[in-house]
C-alpha cells in the first residue's frame, strides 16, 4: 500500500530517496482538505488568477481545467490544478454563500437536507435563543408551513396540532405587542373555544365563546354597540311598554289574570303599581308575583340566562312553578337544563323590575330593546288576533237576549262548526247525509249545502288563515279521513295518516301545523300536518278518547281532552309531536276545550259530573274544578274575546241549552232557540255573534245568538 485509506495521503518508503519530497505533498493533501473551505461550489471554470490555495467544488459540464472533474474538489498549488475525489461524508463550507454542504456518495447537498431524524431536542432557538420556558424560539419576519402534495406523497392537507394534558389546562394562542400580551384564542381553562383580549396583558375580557356541545357561540361582554342578529330575549314586551289592558298606576289581580301585556299575575295573585324609567317601564311588586310566560316553541334548550336591572329576586320554571327565588342581576342568574319545547316561564317575587332579558346561554348581554311596532306584534300574536278588551255594553245585550233559530240546510247531524274572517263565512261539517255533509254561511242564518268529499262521519273541522285552507277529519273511511278546501264549496279528499276515529282537528298559527286527535288507536291517537295534505301519526300520551284539541299562542302550547282515563283525561305539546299526559280536575267525560288570551286560560266542559262540569287552567298542566249552569251534557265550548266571554252548548236541558261565563268560573244559563241537541260553537268577531249547529231538530239545526251589532244585524 502506497497510500492512506482515506484521505489518499502518500506513505514514505524505508528506501525511499528524498523525504522530504512525499512528506511535504502529504501536508498539502491535509492542507487542503482539513476544515475544508471552498470559495464555491458548482464552479463552471477555473478561475482566470487563483492564488495560491484556493479551492472550488467542480460543477456539472465544466470546461477547461475542470472538464471532467465534476464534483471534485480543486485546489491551486503550486502553479497547478490538483483535484482530489471526495468520499461520502466529507464537509465542506461554502465561503460564497455562508452555508456548509456535505458529501452524501454521489452528489454535495447543504448540510440540513443530509440530516436524519433528529429527535428529542431539548432547545432549539431559529434566529434567537431558545431557554427553559420557551423550548423553540424563532425571529423571522414570516413564517411558512406548507401541506406535503399529493405528487410528493402527501395528503395535500395540512392540520398544526396543539395538545393539552386536561380540560381544565390551556391550549392557545398568546398575541403579543412588546413582549405584552394583547389578545388570547383557544381552550382556555375548558373545552370551549374563547377569544380574550386585555388592554394591558392583566386584566382579561372574553369576547366570544364557542360551546364544544353545542355549538352556540355567546358574548360574554356583548357584541359591538348593541345585540348580535335575531332575537335574543324570549320575554315578549320585557319594557312593559305595551299596555292594552289599560293597567291602572296601582293594580291588584286575582291569579291568572293578565296585567301588562306579556305577564300575569302568579299563583297568589299579584299587586303591583308601574312608572316610567327612562325610556321603560318600571314595576314595582308589592305583593304576590307576576309571572312572564314563554312560547314553548322559542325554547330550544339547554341554558339560559336571566338578567334585570330592578331588585326583585326570580324564579325560572317549566310546566307548573318550582324552584327557589333568587337574585338575576345585571350580570345574569344562569340556569340550566331547561327542557326543549317545553312551556317556560319566568317569574318576579317582590321588588322592582326593570328591563327584564331571558336568552340563551350563560352570559348576560345588553339589553335588547326592539321597536314598539314588534313588540305589539309579538304581544298580539297576528293583527288577527290581537287580545281585546271586552266590551261590556255588547256582552250584556248578546247574553241578555234569547238565541235565534236558523234554517239548516238539510236535517243531517250537524257535528261540528268554525267561521274563516278571511272568507266571511261559517262553515259546518255532518256525520250523515248523501254527498252533502258540508253547509256554509255568510250570516249564521241562511246556510247553503256543500258536496262533502266523501261521505264519512265528519266529526271536526277548522280554518287556517295562513294556508287559506278548511280541513276536516273524520271518525270512518278507509286511508281517507281527511279532506280540505280553499272556499268551503270544493272539497278535496286526503289520506289520513291512519283509519283512527278522529274527533277534533285545530291549528297552530305559530308552527304553521294542523293537529287532530282520536278516539282510537293504539299509541297513535294524534296526526299533525303542516299542509292539510300530507299528514304524520304522532304518539299519544294515553289511549283515551280525545274528543277535543285547541292551540294557545301565548302558551305555545297544544291541548287536549278526553272522555275517558284514569286522572289523566287531559295531555299537552308544545309541538304536536311530543305529548305528555296531565291530571284532569276529575274523571268526567270532557268534550271541549278552548284557550282564551285575554283571560290566560284553557276551558273545558263535560257531559258528566255532579254540578262540575267545567274545568279551567292556567297553564294546560294544573286544572281546577268549576261549578257548572246545570248538570246538561255540554258538548262544545268557545270563546269572545270582543265580549270577554265563554260561551258552551249541550245536547240536553229544558230551554236552557247555552251557558256562558266571563271568566270561566262563574256561569250563566242562557235559552236556547230550540231544544236541539247543539254539539258545538264558534264566534264571529265581524258579524258580532256566537253560531251553534245541532244533530237533531226539524230544519232548524242552526241558532245563532243575539248580534252585539244588533242595530244593523240580528
Not at 307548573?320 to 337574585?327: D, I, R, W, Y
Not at 323590575?353 to 297576528?382: D, K, M, N, S, W
Not at 278548511?470 to 278535496?492: E, I, L
Not at 264566534?683 to 244588533?710: D, Y
Amino acid at each position: 500500500m502506497t497510500q492512506t485509506t482515506h484521505l489518499a495521503l502518500p506513505y514514505i518508503d524505508a528506501a525511499q530517496a528524498q523525504k522530504h519530497v512525499t512528506h511535504n505533498e502529504a501536508l498539502q493533501i491535509l492542507d487542503v482538505l482539513t476544515q475544508l473551505s471552498v470559495i464555491a461550489r458548482a464552479a463552471a471554470a477555473p478561475p482566470a488568477s487563483p492564488a495560491e490555495g484556493d479551492r472550488y467544488i467542480v460543477g456539472a459540464s465544466a470546461s477547461g481545467a475542470f472538464a471532467g472533474k465534476s464534483g471534485m474538489v480543486a485546489a491551486w498549488l503550486a502553479g497547478g490544478w490538483s483535484f482530489f475525489t471526495p468520499r461520502a461524508g466529507w464537509l465542506a463550507h461554502i465561503d460564497g454563500e455562508g452555508l456548509s454542504v456535505v458529501f452524501d456518495g454521489s452528489a454535495w447537498v447543504e448540510l440540513g437536507s443530509a440530516l436524519g431524524p433528529v429527535q428529542n431536542v431539548s432547545l432549539l432557538g431559529v434566529g434567537a435563543t431558545a431557554d427553559a420556558v420557551n423550548r423553540l424560539a424563532v425571529t423571522s419576519n414570516a413564517a411558512l408551513f406548507a401541506a406535503k402534495t399529493t405528487a410528493a406523497g402527501g395528503s395535500g392537507d395540512l392540520r398544526v396540532a396543539f395538545e393539552k394534558e386536561a380540560a381544565a389546562s390551556t391550549v392557545s394562542h398568546l398575541f403579543q405587542t412588546g413582549f405584552s400580551a394583547r389578545a388570547e384564542i383557544g381552550l382556555i381553562g375548558s373545552d370551549d373555544l374563547r377569544v380574550k383580549v386585555s388592554a394591558d396583558g392583566a386584566s382579561w375580557k372574553t369576547g366570544l365563546e364557542i360551546d364544544r356541545t353545542s355549538g352556540r357561540i355567546a358574548f360574554p361582554s356583548g357584541a359591538g354597540d348593541g345585540a348580535p342578529a335575531g332575537f335574543r330575549n324570549r320575554l315578549r314586551n320585557a319594557r312593559f311598554e305595551i299596555n292594552n289592558w289599560r293597567i291602572p298606576a296601582t293594580a291588584t289581580l286575582a291569579a291568572g289574570a293578565p296585567g301588562h301585556d306579556g305577564l300575569r299575575a302568579g299563583a297568589s295573585g299579584a299587586t303591583y303599581s308601574w312608572s316610567r324609567s327612562g325610556v321603560d317601564v318600571m314595576l314595582t311588586i308589592s305583593a304576590g308575583s307576576i309571572v312572564l310566560p314563554i312560547d314553548a316553541a322559542l325554547i330550544e334548550g339547554g341554558a339560559y340566562v336571566l338578567s334585570h336591572a330592578g331588585t326583585a329576586q326570580a324564579r325560572v320554571w317549566q310546566t307548573s312553578p318550582s324552584g327557589a327565588f333568587a337574585n338575576a342581576p345585571a350580570t345574569g342568574l344562569v340556569v340550566t337544563g331547561l327542557a326543549a319545547g317545553a312551556p317556560t316561564a319566568v317569574e318576579f317575587s317582590t321588588g322592582t323590575v326593570l328591563r327584564p332579558q331571558l336568552e340563551p346561554g350563560i352570559y348576560a348581554t345588553p339589553f335588547e330593546r326592539r321597536p314598539r311596532a314588534v313588540e305589539l306584534a309579538l304581544c298580539h300574536r297576528r293583527n288577527a288576533a290581537l287580545l281585546t278588551r271586552a266590551n261590556a255594553t255588547q256582552r250584556s245585550w248578546v247574553t241578555g237576549n234569547a238565541w235565534l233559530a236558523s234554517t239548516s240546510a238539510a236535517d243531517n247531524q250537524w257535528y261540528f262548526v268554525c267561521w274563516s274572517p278571511e272568507l266571511g263565512l261559517f262553515c259546518a261539517i255532518a256525520t250523515n247525509g248523501s254527498g252533502n255533509r258540508v253547509m256554509t254561511s255568510a250570516d249564521g242564518v241562511s246556510w247553503a249545502v256543500r258536496s262533502s268529499a266523501a261521505d264519512n262521519s265528519w266529526r271536526s273541522v277548522c280554518w287556517s288563515p295562513e294556508l287559506g285552507l278548511f280541513c276536516a277529519v273524520a271518525s270512518d273511511g278507509t286511508g281517507n279521513r281527511v279532506m280540505s278546501s280553499p272556499d268551503g264549496a270544493s272539497w278535496t279528499i286526503r289520506a289520513s295518516a291512519a283509519d283512527n276515529q278522529w274527533l277534533s282537528v285545530c291549528w297552530s298559527p305559530e308552527l304553521g301545523l294542523f293537529c287532530a286527535v282520536a278516539s282510537s288507536g293504539s299509541g297513535n291517537r294524534v296526526m299533525t300536518s303542516a299542509d292539510g295534505v300530507s299528514w304524520t301519526l304522532r304518539s299519544s300520551a294515553a289511549d283515551n278518547s280525545w274528543r277535543c284539541v285547541c292551540w294557545s299562542p301565548e302558551l305555545g302550547l297544544f291541548c287536549a281532552v278526553a272522555t275517558d282515563g284514569s286522572g289523566n283525561r287531559v295531555m299537552t305539546s308544545p309541538n304536536g309531536i311530543i305529548w305528555t299526559a296531565r291530571a284532569s280536575a276529575a274523571d268526567n267525560q270532557w268534550f271541549s276545550v278552548c284557550w282564551s288570551p285575554e283571560v290566560g286560560l284553557f276551558c273545558a266542559i263535560a257531559n258528566s259530573g255532579a254540578g262540575n262540569r267545567v274545568m279551567t287552567s292556567a297553564d294546560g298542566v294544573s286544572w281546577t274544578i268549576r261549578a257548572s249552569a246545570a248538570d246538561n251534557s255540554w258538548r262544545g265550548v268557545c270563546w269572545s274575546p270582543e265580549l270577554g266571554l265563554f260561551c258552551a252548548v249541550a245536547t240536553d236541558g229544558s230551554g236552557n241549552r247555552v251557558m256562558t261565563s266571563p271568566d270561566g268560573v262563574a256561569w250563566t244559563l242562557r235559552t236556547s232557540a230550540a231544544d236541539n241537541q247543539w254539539l258545538s260553537l264558534c264566534w264571529s268577531p265581524e258579524l258580532g255573534l256566537f253560531c251553534a249547529i245541532a244533530t237533531t231538530g226539524s230544519g232548524n239545526r242552526a241558532m245563532t245568538s243575539k248580534s252585539a251589532f244588533s242595530s244593523v244585524y240580528r
